[in-house]
């Protein structure tokens, strides 16, 4: 589906219903301010939406508001530490701290306790992250051609040599990316960061289309996701038809369907 496809069908999510109260805001989180876009919802749910490593809310291309509508749940996406409008945080912060305070935000604004946390590209770690922390609230995942740990350990160091270095950082995003890249080792060879031993529901969503531009690579890419959807018995792997690595922009209804699907255990 092209991207203007993808968007009329998140128009006509939209208008699946009356659209939910939208609630943009900036939270103190201890020394630098979180801003999220909160679509409350009626149903005792909370969608999470983890954005890709250098991304924002607005990487999402509407898929909060269309989720929004579509489940009746409270769907909240956010701003990690200096991307879009939150506050840049301290140099230390690890993904294991982000989390900790998206947790402590999302009770503090109220939100329904059970959790479906969505998760694309980088931002699919920090999910599983969220599972393994918070496994009471953490009723599901749905994984959007995430990066995971095995295919950093099949492809060695690929990755590394991929990502942008910002040896002198000037903006708050450089510093927040450059952040992501300084912790990503350690974070990638902690066993939170695995999903082996997760027992929930797990939906996970793999380009449809190669964009690596290595036929190795692809072929581990593509792997690594068959072996997250194989490891447990109530987790399955969905092809995004037509689509890169843009999941969001290019088969938004993917994500919508895959959260749908996990509505109904989320509220057991």
């Not at 999302?106 to 770690?125: C, D, H, K, N, Q």
């Not at 689509?243 to 969001?248: E, G, K, P, S, Y």
Request: hydrophobic fraction near 45%; include cysteine; charge should be neutral.
């Amino acid at each position: 589906m092209p991207s203007c496809l993808g968007a009329l069908f998140v128009l006509s999510m939209l208008n699946a219903q009356p659209p939910p109260a939208v609630h943009d805001t900036l939270v103190d989180v201890g020394g630098y301010a979180m801003h999220l876009v909160v679509h409350r919802g009626s149903q005792p749910v909370t969608v999470v939406m983890e954005s890709g490593g250098g991304d924002d809310v607005e990487g999402w291309a509407g898929v909060d508001s269309a989720l929004a509508g579509r489940t009746g749940a409270t769907v909240v996406a956010y701003d990690r530490a200096g991307f879009g409008r939150s506050g840049t945080g301290p140099a230390n912060l690890t993904p294991r701290e982000q989390i900790r305070q998206l947790h402590e935000t999302l009770e503090r604004l109220g939100t329904p306790p059970a959790r479906i946390v969505v998760g694309t590209s980088y931002g699919g770690m920090l999910a599983v992250l969220h599972a393994h922390l918070y496994p009471a609230n953490v009723r599901g995942l749905v994984l959007a051609d995430p990066m995971n740990p095995r295919f950093v350990r099949a492809t060695g160091d690929f990755v590394y040599s991929t990502v942008q270095r910002i040896e002198q950082p000037v903006t708050g995003r450089d510093t927040a990316f450059a952040r992501v890249v300084r912790t990503f080792p350690a974070f990638v060879r902690n066993p939170s960061a695995g999903d082996g031993d997760l027992r929930i529901p797990i939906v996970v969503i793999t380009a449809g289309t190669p964009w690596w531009g290595k036929p190795d690579i692809e072929r581990a890419w593509r792997a690594s996701h068959e072996a997250v959807a194989a490891a447990g018995p109530d987790r399955r792997l969905v092809v995004a038809e037509g689509a890169r690595h843009l999941i969001a922009k290019e088969r938004p209804e993917t994500i919508v369907e895959g959260v749908v699907s996990l509505m109904a255990a989320a509220q057991e």
